[in-house]
């Protein structure tokens, strides 16, 4: 019998001596297959990472339009499958019309269709905006509840939606694991899991505490505009020497 011998990892690739990487693509990715590193990552080399990060990003916020933390919550239950310009788009006409529960209810789930129907999942997304403008209105004097807890509860805000709007709102230093998080998280070796909850949970046990304000937009931002999905600009990135992932992404340049 012949036996098969696996490929040695090249060092430059290995997190960890011996470590060698397994190629996949989770269902919450899109475009090309990364490596599932080993886990945990040296302390040092993450805390490089976000140190550059800061550096160039020392105050990074959400793309998304707002004006108070109910347009807040609207803003980002609509961005679900949705690029943050085409929401901005459509809730620059819809926040002058409604910024607030009471206006919201006013207009009336026909009266929010036309100016979200750009969105992807429009329809699902007015009745949410109309229940969770009717909750906020009813059962906290139009206020919008800013725990986690009396967030999630509200129709169409789920974990991640929450996380964002605290972390925006400087309330928790919440880490809304999207896309973006998720792969670049992957790419440098922050995270393993195969799920965003827990690569939410990994980030918080490697992330050092004094960049976990914002360590949530860094990745997102640089995820957006650096490290895309298909075409990961490598040879621009602050941070490519510090990237388990380079080589092969480089490929795909």
């Known amino acids: 019998m012949v036996r098969s011998v696996k490929p040695k990892t090249p060092p430059e690739l290995s997190l960890k001596r011996g470590a060698t990487p397994v190629l996949k693509r989770p269902s919450i990715m899109t475009g090309a297959v990364i490596p599932t590193w080993g886990w945990p990552p040296e302390e040092d080399r993450v805390e490089t990472i976000f140190e550059r990060l800061a550096a160039v990003m020392p105050e990074p916020k959400t793309e998304l339009n707002f004006h108070n933390p109910y347009t807040l919550v609207v803003a980002v239950a609509l961005s679900a499958q949705a690029t943050d310009v085409s929401v901005n788009k459509a809730t620059d006409r819809l926040f002058e019309a409604a910024d607030t529960p009471e206006k919201m209810l006013a207009l009336g789930e026909a009266g929010l269709v036309p100016y979200i129907a750009s969105i992807g999942l429009y329809r699902g997304k007015a009745r949410n905006v109309i229940a969770l403008s009717r909750i906020v209105l009813e059962q906290y004097g139009g206020e919008v509840p800013?725990?986690?807890?009396?967030?999630?509860?509200?129709?169409?805000?789920?974990?991640?939606?929450?996380?964002?709007?605290?972390?925006?709102?400087?309330?928790?230093?919440?880490?809304?694991?999207?896309?973006?998080?998720?792969?670049?998280?992957?790419?440098?070796?922050?995270?393993?899991?195969?799920?965003?909850?827990?690569?939410?949970?990994?980030?918080?046990?490697?992330?050092?505490?004094?960049?976990?304000?914002?360590?949530?937009?860094?990745?997102?931002?640089?995820?957006?505009?650096?490290?895309?999905?298909?075409?990961?600009?490598?040879?621009?990135?602050?941070?490519?020497?510090?990237?388990?992932?380079r080589a092969g992404l480089m490929a795909l340049t």
């Open 146 to 245: 800013l725990t986690r807890e009396a967030l999630q509860s509200l129709p169409g805000v789920g974990r991640k939606t929450a996380s964002v709007v605290l972390n925006e709102l400087g309330i928790e230093a919440a880490i809304a694991v999207d896309t973006h998080v998720f792969r670049v998280s992957h790419r440098l070796g922050l995270a393993n899991a195969p799920t965003p909850d827990k690569v939410e949970a990994q980030l918080f046990k490697v992330v050092p505490d004094a960049f976990l304000p914002k360590a949530h937009h860094w990745l997102i931002l640089h995820g957006r505009y650096t490290c895309t999905a298909r075409k990961p600009n490598c040879p621009g990135c602050l941070i490519s020497d510090l990237c388990p992932s």
